[in-house]
């Protein structure tokens, strides 16, 4: 009989988490580490990565902080090759990090247009190459990106945003289709509303706050813990047949139409 707690172990399997400072990206280092991974935590904030770092020795994990950026190709490979030094294997690599600039697609510059492209986008090509050739080399290893609901339901002033996370559940599928043979496995995320520091402003805006909440089956934001729960799925040996896939770990967003208007009881 299979032992199914087991697949689900990562008890002496090593781990890259890219944008482990804060957010969805730190909770997925905390998670990765918490089953049993050893865990290079990245980002661009020293002190932020630091202290996910050490907050996870804390608990009698295994982890340290390198400072990457995640829309720097150079970065990158330094990061690469320091898990090159640091490690040997890599069975796990996480890119968390994304950029919005909430504008109409005719509001949008030049400047604009290429920092989102850049991190989200061009960083996700560049964590794929990077990565994926540690694991192409070594025969096997998990890959995971982060999409967005905004891939596929929109609303004014996301289009750009939205179109990145559409191109990288695609990358997701075209890198999968190219690695898929070498063992590796490539697949996304893909949250809608986590209540993270980043989106502590809306906290502000208690009408925007119910209202995204209302997208939801569940009338709630996500916590980042239960988005990187979907990480360290994807991550371990349990999701071994699942490449080329998106998860969506959205609260049913995407399984409505908007909020639902004028149900006060369910009927047969």
């Not at 898990?83 to 005719?106: H, S």
């Not at 990106?145 to 939205?162: D, K």
């Not at 898929?180 to 949250?191: F, T």
Request: aromatic share 6%.
């Amino acid at each position: 009989m299979t032992d199914y707690r087991k697949l689900f172990d990562l008890s002496g399997k090593t781990a890259v988490v890219l944008g482990a400072a804060s957010g969805i990206g730190k909770a997925s280092a905390e998670a990765l580490a918490d089953l049993g991974a050893r865990v290079l935590c990245a980002d661009r904030d020293r002190d932020g990565v630091e202290a996910t770092a050490a907050g996870i020795r804390k608990m009698e994990g295994s982890a340290e902080a390198i400072v990457a950026d995640a829309a720097s190709a150079a970065d990158i490979a330094s990061l690469a090759a320091a898990a090159r030094a640091k490690l040997a294997r890599l069975d796990i690599a996480v890119t968390t990090p994304g950029l919005n600039i909430r504008k109409t697609i005719l509001d949008y510059t030049e400047a604009d247009l290429d920092r989102v492209v850049d991190l989200n986008v061009k960083g996700t090509v560049y964590f794929f190459q990077a990565f994926g050739r540690i694991m192409v080399d070594q025969g096997g290893g998990s890959l995971i990106a982060c999409s967005s609901v905004r891939a596929v339901t929109i609303e004014p002033g996301l289009a750009v945003y939205g179109c990145t996370k559409a191109a990288i559940s695609l990358l997701v599928k075209g890198f999968a289709s190219e690695v898929g043979r070498s063992g590796v496995r490539v697949n996304a995320i893909a949250p809608s509303i986590a209540e993270t520091a980043l989106t502590a402003p809306f906290k502000e805006r208690p009408d925007l706050h119910k209202l995204y909440a209302a997208h939801t089956v569940f009338n709630r934001w996500s916590t980042a813990d239960e988005v990187a729960s979907a990480v360290a799925f994807l991550a371990s040996d349990a999701a071994s047949y699942v490449s080329g896939s998106t998860l969506f770990v959205d609260g049913g967003w995407t399984a409505i139409d908007g909020p639902p208007t004028g149900l006060t009881q369910l009927t047969r």
